[in-house]
């Protein structure tokens, strides 16, 4: 006879609630306060080799960045559009490359990751975007499908990392009137 079960209790982490702030980075501090998040997650954690990490379509991107309420970042993305996102996007007009989504360990769980996300969404519909696509870690493929997206084509590799192409589409979106970078867009 084999001796019974006895219950355990295992603490389970909880994410302790913080308050924090997205926004579209602006300004020098912004932008390496991105980075930092970035070479936080991906060169240090993930082992991406730093001059992967940092590119040319930097410098013209839009970047998010999510900030707990005493300055602290805590998370970053960019958005891609028009020519720079053509080789991302397989030259889809009208379609944004979403990339470089990062968010620090301890605030991981918390929905910094979904709103950077919603952010680069926005970002991409005020510049007259109808669609979002991106480079999903595979292990990432469940967060990025309850946001609305999906997968398509095969499985590739980037720095390393198996990823998968996926897309949303974000038509009948509404823009903000007298952006100077809107385009005009048909809604439907």
Partial sequence: MSPEP????????VPVPVSYAVR??????????????????????????????YDAY???AVHVLAVRD????????????????AGKTGGAPGVGSLGRLAVVAEARGLGVGV???????????????TAVDLG????????YERLGYAAYGAEFLDAGIPHRAMRRSLEGAAVRVGHPENRPVLIV
């Fill in 58 to 60: 930097d410098a013209g």
């Fill in 24 to 53: 579209v980075a602006d300004g020098p501090g912004d932008r390496a306060a991105c980075f930092a998040v970035r070479k936080e997650v991906f060169v240090v954690e993930q082992g991406v080799p730093e001059d992967l990490e």
């Fill in 115 to 129: 709103a950077l996300v919603r952010a680069v969404e926005d970002a991409a519909r005020e510049r007259g975007l």
């Fill in 136 to 143: 999903a870690q595979t292990h990432a493929l469940g967060f």
């Fill in 6 to 13: 006895v219950p355990v209790s295992v603490p389970v982490p």
């Fill in 70 to 85: 005493d300055g602290t970042p805590l998370g970053a993305g960019r958005l891609l559009y028009g020519e720079a996102a």
